[in-house]
């Protein structure tokens, strides 16, 4: 499995992973970070548990990464997302491209983000000031991810 | 196969997330060979028979949202099942 996937418990630090992007034959760098909102589908959240079936999320976005690479010209590709217990505001999830013009990177990272919201095997269970319950998926992530195709 | 021998053909089966508690089980371990499961080739096959295991199982299992995996692969429901397998069902995925 590539060493540019990783889904882990801890947090990560942006400046470090903006830093291995880097490349002198690259002009462009765009990073992505997701985090947790105060606010969603109605209900004031208090933190979440991200749950995930181990080997198929990794598999998953490895098979997302070599679907952006085939696509466009990319330099890195780097794709970090926490499992486990998480606090408002903490970081989710980390998308980071590098390219030579800025068009692949914007195009390649955002690509990513959508197809890992419909296909990586994660999910998302919130704890509101109600209780806890389980993250509906949203039509918008399918309606994003069809622009591609 | 010799007479007398019952040959096993035995499957891995996972659930996640509100599935695994909606079910209350994480993991099953499925012997298609089984005189329950014998008639089961394909992934709807077991979908439908893990369906008749009770009520539960009934509303859940047949809730057509579900996701189904085979060997970590998003699988449609005619792929057919060989022992060994990991056999996954779960909801739409939420994560990012």
């Known amino acids: 499995m590539s060493d540019l996937i990783s889904v882990q ?26 985090l947790v909102r105060d606010f969603n ?14 080997g198929m999320t990794e598999k998953a976005l490895n098979d997302i990464v070599i ?5 466009w010209s990319l330099g890195k590709v780097r794709v970090i997302h926490r499992v486990g217990e998480l606090n408002l505001s903490e970081q989710i999830v980390f998308v980071g491209v590098s390219s030579k013009h800025r068009e692949a990177a914007f195009s390649a990272a955002q690509f990513i983000m959508d197809f890992l919201k419909n296909n990586a095997p994660f999910w998302k269970k919130e704890n509101t000031t109600t209780g806890n319950r389980w993250v509906q998926a949203e039509q918008k992530d399918v309606i994003a991810q069809q622009k591609w195709q | 196969m010799a007479l007398g021998v019952t040959q096993m053909a035995k499957v891995n089966v996972l659930f996640f997330a509100q599935l695994k508690e909606a079910l209350n089980c994480a993991t099953l371990t ?4 089984s005189t329950r ?4 080739s394909t992934l709807e096959q077991l979908r439908a028979e893990l369906a008749n295991t009770d009520d539960t199982w009934q509303v859940n299992m047949q809730n057509g949202q579900l996701l189904m995996a085979v060997n970590q692969t998003i699988a449609t429901s005619d792929h057919e099942l060989k022992a060994g397998d990991e056999i996954a069902f779960f909801p739409p995925v939420t994560g990012g």
């Open chain 1, 9 to 34: 418990t801890q947090d990560f630090d942006m400046a470090k992973e903006y830093h291995a992007l880097l490349s002198p034959s690259d002009g462009a760098v765009v990073t992505f970070v997701g």
């Open chain 2, 37 to 40: 499961f014998k008639s089961v």
């Open chain 1, 67 to 71: 679907q952006a690479k085939q696509k």
């Open chain 2, 30 to 33: 499925v012997d298609l060979a």
């Open chain 1, 41 to 54: 589908q109605g209900n004031q959240v208090k933190g979440l548990t991200l749950e995930h079936y181990p």
